[in-house]
């Protein structure tokens, strides 16, 4: 489980989360969704401990990620998958450098071993005989998948995608759509999926979590923020839901 308690942050004079509390169950399915810069990503790194709150607390099975021992904090990243925006694989390392960083990290060294699982990873993703490519020779929906099986290879138990179809075109945004879909019901891993996409999130997610000023402005099921008459929502859904988005 994790929680998430009275979290602030600022950057200087901006203010971005202003108290934020949110829990998320074991086996959850969860969107955040909220507008370009309301602190999404920035949310999603406090809970991989990526960055430190000002104040209040994460809290990740048990673990407090600011004040938890560096070795503690170690062992709960391994249960995290991070899908990072923008794919973030490294140019100079081959796809199976890429899968298998997180691993290596945590002293898999059997190069056998680390083979076995970037193979395994990739066909879960719909990829094969890639290895030894680099990123550059890779399409942009090929580097999300890759991406992918990187976030996949430690097995986590909780996976969290920033942003999965930004950027791509709405074909292969449906395949990666369909995908995370795919993997949600198959790995039953507690999901977070962070996005503005309405379409990705209306496909997957059982929760809607709605940030606006730097709070939750709406947690519930999609219906019934579909059904809500509030006015930042309505406002919001109507912006977000491009008549491109509805045509797929
Ligand atoms: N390391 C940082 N230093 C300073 N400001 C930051 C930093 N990270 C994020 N911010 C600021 O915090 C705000 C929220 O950023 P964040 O990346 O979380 O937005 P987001 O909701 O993920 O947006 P998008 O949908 O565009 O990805 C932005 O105004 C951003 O400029
Ligand atoms: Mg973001």
Redesign the pocket.
């Known amino acids: 489980m994790i929680e998430i308690r009275n979290l602030h942050k600022s950057?200087?004079e901006?203010e971005?989360l202003r108290g934020i509390d949110l829990r998320i169950n074991d086996g959850d399915t969860v969107a955040i969704i909220?507008?370009?810069?309301?602190?999404?990503?920035?949310?999603l790194k406090h809970i991989i401990g990526l960055m430190q709150p000002d104040s209040g607390e994460v809290i990740v099975d048990g673990v407090n990620m600011s004040t938890a021992k560096p070795r503690v904090i170690e062992k709960i990243r391994q249960e995290l998958g991070f899908l990072f925006?923008g794919s973030a694989l490294f140019d100079s390392m081959t796809v199976l450098e890429n899968v298998t960083l997180g691993l290596r990290e945590h002293g898999l060294r059997d190069e056998k071993e680390l083979a076995r699982i970037t193979k395994e990873k990739l066909a879960l993703v719909g990829l094969h005989g890639i290895e030894e490519r680099m990123p550059s020779n890779l399409s942009g929906g090929m580097k999300k998948r890759v991406a992918l099986a990187r976030a996949l290879a430690t097995n986590p138990k909780y996976m969290f995608y920033?942003?999965p179809t930004t950027g791509l075109d709405p074909i292969t945004s449906d395949q990666i759509d369909g995908l995370i879909e795919g993997l949600t019901a198959k790995l039953r891993a507690t999901s977070v999926i962070?996005t503005?996409d309405m379409f990705t999130v209306e496909r997957i997610a059982k929760r809607m979590v709605f940030?606006h000023e730097g709070k939750v402005h709406f947690d519930g099921p999609p219906a019934e923020l579909n059904a809500s008459r509030n006015p930042i929502i309505s406002l919001f859904l109507e912006r977000y839901r491009s008549p491109l988005t509805l045509a797929r």
Request: charged share 15%; glycine share 20%; proline share 0%.
């Open positions: 950057f200087g901006q971005v909220g507008q370009s810069g309301c602190g999404k990503s920035v949310l925006q920033d942003e962070v503005h940030l």
